[in-house]
């Protein structure tokens, strides 16, 4: 009810930018502004019970606080970046987060970070996430270790 019932949305809301040599685009599901905050909502088809919610959330944190970073860049003057993952096939699980600036310069760093890894073509492989990964080996390891 309180997402059909906001007032000040976008749907699909595509944004672009450009961070030092880099173009970063993302495209929101749903974006609800207010006065002090914005909040940021993904929806997402995994069907999930109450006991995975948590972890499943935490899997999309990353490209959240991504939509926040370049939300930042143009309504720099919000302090409040609500995000919620709502799971689509359980709509009653709904994962939320909160940022503030201070997230948002972290945030920046580690966006600086991976920009710097790329343009040296330094790619660092996360083995942490061979369990989720569609391209795992039996759900243990990366299909890239030889």
């Not at 599901?29 to 002090?36: H, R, T, W």
């Not at 935490?58 to 959240?64: G, R």
């Amino acid at each position: 009810k309180e997402i059909i019932s906001a007032e000040n949305y976008k749907n699909e809301y595509e944004l672009y930018i450009k961070e030092d040599d880099f173009y970063l685009q993302g495209r929101l599901d749903k974006v609800i502004f207010s006065d002090d905050r914005i909040k940021i909502i993904d929806f997402k088809t995994d069907k999930i019970s109450s006991s995975e919610l948590k972890s499943k959330g935490e899997q999309y944190l990353s490209q959240l606080k991504f939509y926040a970073y370049i939300l930042n860049r143009y309504f720099g003057e919000t302090q409040i970046y609500e995000l919620q993952v709502v799971f689509i096939k359980n709509p009653e699980l709904i994962v939320q987060f909160q940022l503030n600036k201070e997230d948002l310069i972290l945030i920046k760093q580690e966006l600086v970070k991976m920009m710097e890894s790329l343009k040296a073509w330094n790619f660092i492989k996360n083995t942490d996430y061979c369990p989720q990964c569609v391209l795992s080996v039996d759900k243990l390891k990366c299909i890239k270790e030889k």
